[in-house]
């Protein structure tokens, strides 16, 4: 029986496994792509030198964006399935990659602030400053009591 030649690998497109779960890493091009039959579309994707120096292709998630050449990203596992290739996903609202905006539900996955809500000091704040201007304006049409 023949030896196996050890200088040649026998698992050449496989996909690698990080431990990281993240990594942040710098475009280099962004650009659309289109899915595979029968979808039609025009995906938003950038290639990614990430800190290992590998380099890949990630998708953006959402609507619209503010990516070009240089930008700093951070990207997560997750592939997109009528895209060939394309086997992770950017963060959104981290580094150079804002949230989506007037986005209301599934804020998480997009980075989106909550929109209209205060915080416990602004709340605070505000029913002081109704209270202070409650005192110093005088009742309307009533009299006094001299």
Known sequence: MP???LGVSLEINRYTYYPSGQKRGVCT???????K???????????VRLSNKQEVTAYIPGMGH???EHSVVLIRGGRVKDLPGVKYHIIRGKYDTSGVTGRKQGRSLYGT???G????AQAAATVGAQAATA???PAEGGATNA
């Open 3 to 5: 030896r196996r030649n």
């Open 37 to 47: 039959k029968p979808n039609s579309a025009l995906r938003k994707v950038a290639r």
């Open 29 to 35: 091009v962004v650009k659309t792509m289109t899915p």
């Open 113 to 115: 602030k909550k929109s």
């Open 135 to 137: 005192k110093s304006a």
């Open 66 to 68: 503010e990516l070009a």
């Open 117 to 120: 809500a205060t915080s416990g």
